[in-house]
């Protein structure tokens, strides 16, 4: 038996990437795409401007797009609604008895709501059985913090992080199609985007804390964060200084990335990667056009491990933004809420 999957917002950036790498997944079938009024009633390729590389999937081409309004006839939803639908959409899609796996921003925080990253906090995963929804509702994290802590998970074990200063360089497509207009964005780098600086400095707090009898203690850091829109397509370069709570010279940071082992490796979880961290030695190594698609996109890059003449150690990570930072994470997310048993009644009876 298989689930069957919607997807929430399929028409968009991070909806497309849905659509790639879910429609020949081992577990799940596309059974469902939903979008906005504009797009509801048309065929889907009829509605989509596709931006993907490779084709639109014959499985899904001729689908017909449903509105939000309407609970769709799945099992699970995965969810790139932009966040004030999202606020709306995403309870009742997990009051009607759908597991709901979302991308958006609007419950990140949320006390009861995991903010997962299957390789950094699995145990997270157990907040759901708090949730007075039907289905179970967890998140993802922004595509940059997912980067960020991917990076500090093992230095916060090793060593304890005090303070991060952080800068990001960070694609276009993480503004959703269409985004930034070209005037904007050619030749040219904006240094701002909106709420994405808070968002550094708090995600990372959830997901480094720990799960206690009353819920998620925060992570104790201090960070800083400044973020820029840059001229690329895909992939978010971050450029990393940490303060370490035990003293640690760039050799030992080094060793603790490559001697990082995910904790779920043993589950055997489709969407994860070999591995998670590679470091390269390269000085001009990670860049996006080279190394997005490291581990199809679900890897995450580390360069230019140093010494920081202000902190302790400075190092440049990549991130993929709408497969790591995204869709892929969400789908290994809900890889994850199967393993352990966590997905709807309803989606349980159709476990494979
Ligand atoms: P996007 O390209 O703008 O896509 C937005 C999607 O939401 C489209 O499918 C759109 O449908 C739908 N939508 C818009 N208004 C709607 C409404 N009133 N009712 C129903 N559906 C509506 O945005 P995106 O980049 O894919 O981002 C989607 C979500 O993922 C956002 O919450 C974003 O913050 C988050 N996210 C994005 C990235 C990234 O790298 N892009 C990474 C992590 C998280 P129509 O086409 O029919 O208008």
Known sequence: MRYRVGILGATGAVGQ???EVLHDHPWFDITALVASERSAGKRYRDAVNWIGTSIIPPSVEDMIVQSVDDIPDCDIVFSGLVADVATEVEPRM?????????NAKSFRMHPLVPLLIPEVNPEHVQLVRCQTWCGPLVTNPNCSTVGLVCALRPLHDAFGVEAVHVTTMQALSGAGYPGVSSLDSLANVVPFISGEEDKLASEPLKLLGRLGEGGIEPARMAISAHCNRVPVLEGHLECISVKLRTRAD???VREAFETFVSPVKSLGLPTEPEHLLHVMDKD?????RRHVMLERGMGVAIG???PCEVLDVKFVVLVHNTLRGAAGGAVLNAELLHSKGLLSHRALSKAP
Do not use: C, D, M, T
């Open 17 to 19: 990437k849905f659509v």
């Open 94 to 102: 997990a009051e009607a008895g759908l597991a709901v796996i979302s």
């Open 250 to 252: 760039a050799n030992a």
């Open 284 to 288: 001009h190594f990670p860049q996006p």
């Open 304 to 306: 230019r491990i140093r």
